[in-house]
């Protein structure tokens, strides 16, 4: 089922002037509800015009795009609900942290909603959890803490909204390796516990591989891939030829199949690497032991 | 004794907690010794004290203990004036993590010469010097350009320009690749591998990404403010276990191999970087 559809959409900066530079032109994709989609593609293939248009902060030049079927610019003045439906985290969240207190920080969304008090009390300690902040934490400054927990404070302040749709652009930038699998951990639980659609853009093909169900390249405003992310990196010399990094583990399986090892196509993580080569191994062996 | 280029002895560092008053250690004596021309990655997860040892080691903090030798100079010592730590600053220089905190002028060619311009460099000289640190990172044509306008990648090669025209014997980059993406990270490390080996100059990088680690002569693993591992690509990636529990990585090929060994299989080969681990699997299967 989608949750969100965009229907040959096209957006143009600055159209009519010696500016005029198309970001994206004739894009239909759609996003699958109740799972984690990963948008790929370099910087300037407009993954970002993209995610702004999903949540309605940037018009389409043309095209639409469907919420659960509803186009969101039937009635522009209602644009703003559409904002608390798919809420946008954006890169280095926790430069944007500004509250006093973490609590006052996670609740001013909500309080941007005009819910009631306790209604904002009930939905901070929901994020906080879901997020995996502790309560101890939320009456201390948000600049007191790690760099990790002040962005999970960031995207807590989002979940807050309680969004049906959550867009995330670079999660885990900069953090270190133990911080990159806590986000992305925590992301994976609050797409299972609330079965909200998530979409996560980013540049590392590891994580992507390792988190997404889904994923969704782009190339020059152009979409190029669009599929269940075994059938995406299967696909992983098309996607190196376009110019986009692959997983390592990707290119190591590839580089073994030019110097005649017969890897499997598309393997993607080290547990289907290691699969294989057992495999390999195990059936090179019997062929041996045949000869004796 | 042999002389390392850079040294240091039992160096600590702590900062004063605002609220307790109480001293937090960072840093708990460090021995490091790292020779003229070494290409080094030093890894840690955050707070290991990664970024304040790089920090120390061009005096941009002062260390609460121990002792920095830079060139046989003792320059953690009370008696540096401010033109030793000047001094200093110019043959160890250093770029951050984020590319735009570090440009200055509004032209780049300008922010480039403003390092040799406050070490009193005669102009003429500071021509030269910015055409040839623009020429060498690749940016010569964009020497009118404003920073502001320029990629990531970009904005972190006219950083390290700057740096270049004061002429260092050593440089830092302090997660310099962290907020770029793939084109610029790989801009970013051919210019420090290029000038690491035409230019001879003594690399430090700190990185959380263990394919770059991978890159270097010799990786130093930092846990708590202490050194845990220091050896080689090889050494470090070839004993899993340390890295994963001070909460690192191992680069996906390297743990292909180690886990294929699990399973009994052998692999006698090496690991540190993904060709070796291509060359150790071709082999057994061209046994």
Same mark, same amino acid.
């Given at each position: 089922?989608?949750?969100?559809?965009?229907?040959?959409?096209?957006?143009?900066?600055?159209?009519?002037?010696?500016?005029?530079?198309?970001?994206?032109?004739?894009?239909?994709?759609?996003?699958?509800?109740?799972?984690?989609?990963?948008?790929?593609?370099?910087?300037?293939?407009?993954?970002?015009?993209?995610?702004?248009?999903?949540?309605?902060?940037?018009?389409?030049?043309?095209?639409?795009?469907?919420?659960?079927?509803?186009?969101?610019? =039937?009635?522009?003045?209602?644009?703003? =609900?559409?904002?608390?439906?798919?809420?946008?985290?954006?890169?280095?969240?926790?430069?944007?942290?500004?509250?006093?207190?973490?609590?006052?920080?996670?609740?001013?969304?909500?309080?941007?909603?005009?819910?009631?008090?306790?209604?904002?009390?009930?939905?901070?300690?929901?994020?906080?959890?879901?997020?995996?902040?502790?309560?101890?934490?939320?009456?201390?400054?948000?600049?007191?803490?790690?760099?990790?927990?002040?962005?999970?404070?960031?995207?807590?302040?989002?979940?807050?909204?309680?969004?049906?749709?959550?867009?995330?652009?670079?999660?885990?930038?900069?953090?270190?390796?133990?911080?990159?699998?806590?986000?992305?951990?925590?992301?994976? &639980?609050? =797409?299972?516990?609330?079965?909200?659609?998530?979409?996560?853009?980013?540049?590392?093909?590891?994580?992507?591989?390792?988190?997404?169900?889904?994923?969704?390249?782009?190339?020059?405003?152009?979409?190029?891939?669009?599929?269940?992310?075994?059938?995406?990196?299967?696909?992983?010399?098309?996607?190196?030829?376009?110019?986009?990094?692959?997983?390592?583990?990707?290119?190591?399986?590839?580089?073994?199949?030019?110097?005649?090892?017969?890897?499997? &196509?598309?393997?993607?993580?080290?547990?289907?690497?290691?699969?294989?080569?057992?495999?390999?191994?195990?059936?090179?062996?019997?062929?041996?032991?045949?000869?004796? | 004794?042999?002389?390392?280029? +850079?040294?240091?002895?039992?160096?600590?560092?702590?900062?004063?907690?605002?609220?307790?008053?109480?001293?937090?250690?960072?840093?708990? $004596?460090?021995?490091?010794? +790292?020779?003229? !021309?070494?290409?080094?990655?030093?890894?840690?997860?955050?707070?290991?004290? %990664?970024?304040?040892?790089? %920090?120390?080691?061009?005096?941009?903090?002062? *260390?609460?203990? $121990?002792?920095?030798?830079?060139? $046989?100079?003792?320059?953690?010592?009370?008696?540096?004036?401010? /033109?030793?730590?000047?001094?200093?600053?110019?043959?160890? !220089?250093?770029?951050?993590?984020?590319?735009?905190?570090?440009?200055?002028?509004?032209?780049?060619?300008?922010?480039?010469?403003?390092?040799?311009?406050?070490?009193?460099? *005669?102009?003429?000289? +500071?021509?030269?010097?910015?055409?040839?640190?623009?020429?060498?990172?690749?940016?010569?044509?964009?020497?009118?350009?404003?920073?502001?306008?320029?990629? !990531?990648?970009?904005?972190?090669?006219?950083?390290?320009?700057?740096?270049?025209?004061?002429?260092?014997?050593?440089?830092?980059?302090? /997660?310099?690749?962290?907020?770029?993406?793939?084109?610029?990270?790989?801009?970013?490390?051919?210019?420090?591998?290029?000038?690491?080996?035409? %230019?001879?100059?003594?690399?430090?990088? +700190?990185?959380?990404?263990?394919?770059?680690?991978?890159?270097?002569?010799?990786?130093?693993?930092?846990?708590?403010?202490?050194?845990?591992?220091? @050896?080689?690509?090889?050494?470090?990636?070839?004993?899993?276990? *340390?890295?994963?529990?001070? @909460?690192?990585?191992?680069?996906?090929?390297?743990?292909?191999?180690?886990?294929?060994? %699990?399973?009994?299989?052998?692999?006698?080969?090496?690991?540190?970087?993904?060709?070796?681990?291509?060359?150790?699997?071709?082999?057994?299967?061209?046994?």
């Amino acid at each position: 089922m989608s949750k969100i559809t965009l229907e040959n959409i096209s957006y143009v900066y600055s159209p009519g002037t010696p500016f005029e530079m198309h970001a994206l032109e004739g894009i239909n994709l759609n996003i699958r509800e109740n799972a984690i989609t990963g948008l790929i593609g370099h910087t300037g293939s407009g993954k970002s015009t993209l995610v702004q248009l999903l949540n309605g902060l940037t018009r389409p030049t043309s095209g639409r795009v469907l919420l659960d079927g509803k186009d969101i610019w =039937q009635e522009p003045k209602k644009i703003k =609900q559409v904002r608390f439906r798919v809420g946008l985290v954006m890169q280095y969240p926790e430069y944007q942290l500004f509250e006093e207190t973490v609590r006052a920080d996670i609740a001013f969304g909500p309080k941007n909603m005009g819910l009631s008090a306790q209604e904002i009390a009930e939905r901070v300690s929901e994020a906080a959890l879901l997020t995996g902040l502790d309560e101890s934490l939320l009456d201390h400054s948000p600049f007191d803490l790690s760099g990790g927990q002040k962005r999970r404070v960031a995207i807590a302040g989002v979940i807050a909204m309680r969004p049906e749709v959550l867009v995330l652009d670079e999660p885990a930038a900069g953090l270190d390796p133990r911080g990159r699998d806590t986000i992305l951990n925590m992301l994976r &639980d609050y =797409q299972q516990k609330t079965g909200a659609t998530v979409m996560i853009v980013s540049h590392s093909m590891e994580d992507m591989a390792r988190f997404c169900d889904d994923i969704i390249v782009l190339a020059h405003g152009k979409l190029v891939m669009q599929g269940r992310g075994h059938e995406v990196f299967a696909r992983s010399r098309e996607l190196s030829d376009v110019g986009l990094n692959i997983p390592e583990i990707s290119r190591l399986c590839l580089m073994l199949r030019e110097r005649g090892i017969p890897m499997d &196509d598309g393997i993607f993580t080290v547990e289907q690497a290691e699969q294989c080569l057992l495999r390999l191994l195990e059936s090179r062996e019997q062929r041996t032991e045949g000869y004796v | 004794m042999s002389q390392s280029w +850079i040294r240091t002895e039992n160096l600590t560092y702590s900062y004063q907690d605002d609220s307790t008053g109480e001293d937090q250690p960072v840093l708990h $004596g460090i021995d490091l010794s +790292i020779d003229r !021309g070494e290409y080094i990655a030093i890894i840690g997860h955050n707070g290991s004290g %990664k970024s304040t040892l790089a %920090k120390l080691l061009n005096l941009v903090l002062e *260390p609460t203990g $121990g002792a920095i030798y830079v060139d $046989g100079k003792n320059v953690s010592s009370p008696d540096m004036t401010d /033109e030793d730590v000047f001094a200093l600053r110019q043959k160890v !220089g250093m770029v951050f993590q984020n590319p735009d905190n570090q440009l200055v002028a509004t032209v780049v060619e300008e922010d480039v010469a403003f390092g040799p311009e406050n070490l009193g460099v *005669p102009s003429a000289e +500071i021509r030269q010097r910015v055409d040839d640190a623009l020429a060498m990172v690749g940016m010569t044509e964009y020497a009118k350009h404003e920073p502001h306008r320029l990629s !990531g990648g970009q904005k972190q090669r006219v950083a390290i320009a700057g740096i270049i025209a004061m002429m260092p014997e050593c440089m830092i980059f302090d /997660e310099s690749t962290a907020m770029l993406d793939p084109l610029g990270r790989r801009e970013v490390l051919d210019t420090m591998e290029m000038l690491h080996r035409e %230019k001879n100059i003594t690399i430090i990088t +700190i990185t959380h990404h263990m394919d770059e680690a991978a890159r270097a002569d010799r990786i130093i693993v930092l846990d708590d403010g202490r050194i845990l591992r220091d @050896g080689t690509p090889e050494e470090i990636f070839s004993d899993p276990e *340390p890295l994963i529990e001070a @909460g690192l990585d191992v680069p996906q090929s390297a743990s292909l191999i180690h886990r294929l060994r %699990k399973q009994g299989i052998e692999l006698p080969g090496k690991i540190g970087t993904p060709d070796d681990c291509l060359e150790t699997i071709c082999a057994v299967f061209e046994q």
